[in-house]
């Protein structure tokens, strides 16, 4: 069975920085390109990052370029999204994705809430 | 960058209905569309994927037709597990996916 599951959230200030990590199983983590996906509260989905499988190509959303960065260890089968210099609209529920060639999440973790705020 | 736009934005319907929700891009993407629900406090679930492949174990009252710009999410006989916000999504490269701002279906 597929599961990835977030962990790292939590409340940090305006500034500061976070460091969210997914753990996967059930599947070859090494084979597929893994994304992050946020949902600020009460609003729509948001694509934020993903990376290839040996981490050779890296995408960022415009507003987050330059402040988060993702990466991935293939041997821990795990994902991680590092970011810094948080802002109050990156408060948000950020899932992690497996991301497929034909299709782009077909599998979701739980999700991680992070707020920043003062 | 290409933009995604939905309509309507809510739904009003009823158990049984059939319902459409449209999804357009502001420009071509071939048939890289996928459809998501979600329901409150959950992570989205893959209902359909390149425009009209739908995901194994989805439901066959939910289908997907379109390509190029314009697309469109079929509900047939409503149930009461469909009621949920609705959102489509292009992932024509990897280097950006865009959601629609989603579709809100809820029971008249």
């Known amino acids: 069975e597929v599961q990835l599951v977030e962990s790292g959230g939590g409340l940090v200030q305006p500034g500061g920085s976070l460091r969210l990590s997914c753990a996967a199983s059930?599947?070859?983590?090494?084979?597929?390109?893994m994304s992050w996906v946020r949902q600020a509260p009460g609003k729509g989905l948001e694509w934020v990052a993903n990376i290839k499988q040996d981490a050779s190509e890296k995408y960022y959303v415009d507003s987050v370029k330059g402040r988060f960065t993702i990466s991935r260890d293939n041997a821990k089968n795990s994902l991680y999204l590092q970011m810094d210099s948080l802002r109050a609209e990156d408060t948000a529920v950020y899932y992690c994705?497996?991301?497929?060639?034909?299709?782009?999440?077909?599998?979701w973790g739980q999700g991680a809430l992070v707020t920043v705020s003062s | 960058d290409i933009q995604m736009t939905q309509s309507p934005s809510t739904l009003s319907a009823s158990v049984g209905d059939t319902v459409i929700i449209t999804c357009r891009a502001s420009?071509?993407?071939?048939?890289?569309l996928a459809w998501y629900q979600q329901k409150p406090g959950k992570a989205p679930k893959l209902l359909i994927y390149?425009?009209?492949s739908l995901q194994s174990g989805v439901p066959s009252r939910f289908s997907g037709r379109g390509s190029g710009t314009e697309f469109t999410l079929t509900i047939t006989s409503l149930q009461p597990d469909d009621f949920a916000t609705y959102y489509c999504q292009q992932y024509n490269s990897y280097s950006i996916f865009t959601f629609g701002p989603g579709t809100k279906v809820d029971i008249k």
């Open positions: 994705a497996r991301t497929p060639g034909t299709s782009p999440f077909d599998y």
């Open positions: 059930g599947f070859t983590f090494s084979s597929y390109w």
């Open positions: 420009q071509s993407i071939n048939s890289w």
């Open positions: 390149k425009a009209s």
